[in-house]
Nanobody, 123 residues
Framework: QVQLVESGGGLVQAGGSLRLSCAAS????????MGWFRQAPGKEREFVAS????????LYANSVKGRFTISRDNAKNTLYLQMSSLKPEDTAVYYC????????????????WGQGTQVTVSS
């Protein structure tokens, strides 16, 4: 059983930065692509970023490209999302997820999900 636990969320002013972490249990973390998604109140969950198992390739939503950076440390079983130049529209619950069949912007290939961490950006 895989467990994913996000942390690092909080309240930040517009223009500020936060770094989210996702700690994964088990010994298979390094074999899988990982992704970040988010869901704002009243909206559907949307893709944010994903990364291959090696960290060699990344994919970003257009809305966060140039502001967010996804990375991973396979030795620590941890996924990161560095968020900069935050905007009020980035306010959402952020989820990390494991990509069972590779990295993708579609939520379908992701089989394990964390409980989420709240990010609130004030204007």
């Amino acid at each position: 059983q895989v467990q994913l636990v996000e942390s690092g969320g909080g309240l930040v002013q517009a223009g500020g930065s936060l770094r989210l972490s996702c700690a994964a249990s088990g010994r298979t973390f390094s074999r899988y692509a990982m992704g970040w998604f988010r869901q704002a109140p009243g909206k559907e969950r949307e893709f944010v970023a994903s990364i291959t198992w090696s960290g060699g390739s990344t994919l970003y939503a257009n809305s966060v490209k140039g502001r967010f950076t996804i990375s991973r440390d396979n030795a620590k079983n941890t996924l990161y999302l560095q968020m900069s130049s935050l905007k009020p529209e980035d306010t959402a619950v952020y989820y990390c997820a494991r990509g069972s069949t590779g990295y993708s912007s579609d939520s379908g290939p992701y089989d394990y999900w964390g409980q989420g961490t709240q990010v609130t950006v004030s204007s």
